[in-house]
């Protein structure tokens, strides 16, 4: 039953940012665990993912997106329509900058003062701190944007994550739980799956092959105590498919216990995982194809 006091704080919260700033990373730190997929690639996120946090008196629904870039084929526009979304549905925006950044980006950052919520602008991986460069840094900012509030964080770290969390539930508006309070993301356990097998790919493979790459999974049978898994993985070009698979199958079997091991731990349930290859050319830049990948 959702809580329908006049003192509950709901609303979405939605983290937006250049590739590689951290956004995944922090998402998991707030939620406590992993659900989103991290590598050190950029674009590594493709669609939008809510991760639900629902304790005591209110309900952070967090908003994963893409790093926004200017788009060069039909994928990426797609991406940057679930940022374009996410501005304009939050109750909160965080904007996430990472500590080396720059602003050559502003289109981005006046796009976010330009939504009718509130901007918490962060500086992400002061960890990485070299001296006076995170106070250089806050003020480097501040300057350009005398009007923003600004906070350090280090998601890696989990530096300043709880304080930012408070000042996040601060600027909630009081509002009853969108979602039941055991629900921790929106998306369907074969989604989550197809993430994992995903991130893999980004962590075994360099280049063009995890761009070119996508996961479906197309059986997830769960018993008692085993869940029986079957994915495929689709590249644009046959000699992708090769690489994918790799010497007598040793680079795909490598992906798949990976995966397996990460996705055991997120169901907490033995696995059985089966993975084929397939070539669907020219995915990326077709709409139709887009379309039945669920973007």
């Known amino acids: 039953m959702k809580n329908t ?5 709901s609303g979405f919260v939605n983290i937006i940012g ?21 590598s050190d690639r950029a674009q590594t996120t493709r669609q939008r993912m809510f991760g639900i946090l629902t304790e005591g008196h209110y309900q952070i629904v967090f908003s994963d997106t ?6 060069n084929y039909t994928l990426q526009e797609r991406m940057m329509g679930y940022v374009k979304t996410a501005l304009e549905d939050a109750d909160v925006i965080l904007f996430m900058t990472a500590l080396e950044d720059k602003n050559d980006h502003p289109e981005l950052v006046e796009m976010a003062m330009a939504a009718k919520a509130p901007v918490l602008f962060l500086i992400n991986k002061v960890d990485q701190n070299k001296g006076s460069q995170r106070h250089d840094k806050h003020f480097y900012w501040k300057s350009l944007y005398p009007d923003l509030e600004f906070m350090t964080v280090s998601a890696l770290k989990q530096e300043g994550v709880d304080h930012l969390k408070e000042r996040i539930i601060e ?7 969108y979602f039941p309070e055991d629900e921790l993301t929106d998306k369907s356990e074969r989604f989550i799956t197809s993430e994992i097998i995903r991130e893999k790919i980004f962590l075994n493979y360099r280049q063009e092959i995890p761009y070119s790459s996508e996961v479906v999974v197309t059986g997830f049978k769960e018993s008692v105590d085993i ?13 992708q498919k ?14 798949g216990i990976e995966a397996r091991k990460d996705i055991e731990a997120f169901f907490g349930k033995k696995v059985n995982l089966k993975t084929f290859v397939k070539v669907e050319k020219n ?13």
């Open 171 to 177: 600027l909630l508006p009081n509002c009853p739980p």
């Open 242 to 255: 090769g690489i994918i698979i790799g010497k007598k199958g040793a680079s795909l079997k490598n992906v």
């Open 227 to 239: 869940i029986r898994i079957e994915a495929e993985i689709y590249v644009e070009r046959e000699s």
């Open 66 to 71: 893409p790093g926004a870039i200017h788009p």
């Open 283 to 295: 995915w990326r830049k077709d709409g139709r194809k887009l379309k039945r990948f669920g973007y």
């Open 5 to 9: 006091s006049s003192n509950y704080k």
């Open 18 to 38: 250049r590739p590689n700033v951290g956004k995944s990373t922090l998402l998991n730190a707030f939620m406590g665990e992993k659900i989103a997929i991290i």
